[in-house]
């Protein structure tokens, strides 16, 4: 069975966590707890951190399996 990438997006920022890549390291949890919840859905809170803090911890992920993209700025 595949398990799909899941998508946690705010105004300026999507992280894209792909379970089948994941190695349960545990490092974004306990580095990061604000925004990586281990017992709360959904686990990822992009409202926890500023979004220099989350991508920070997410370019540390081990497995990859944390990823994040800069969204778009809608011309006003």
Known sequence: MRTKDQFFSNKNITVTY???RCIN???CAKE??????QSVIPWIDLEGDSDENIISQVKKCPS???QFSL???QAS
């Open 64 to 66: 990859g399996a944390l």
């Open 32 to 37: 990061l707890s604000s925004v990586f919840r």
């Open 71 to 73: 969204n778009k700025k």
């Open 18 to 20: 792909s379970p089948t």
């Open 25 to 27: 390291a545990e490092r």
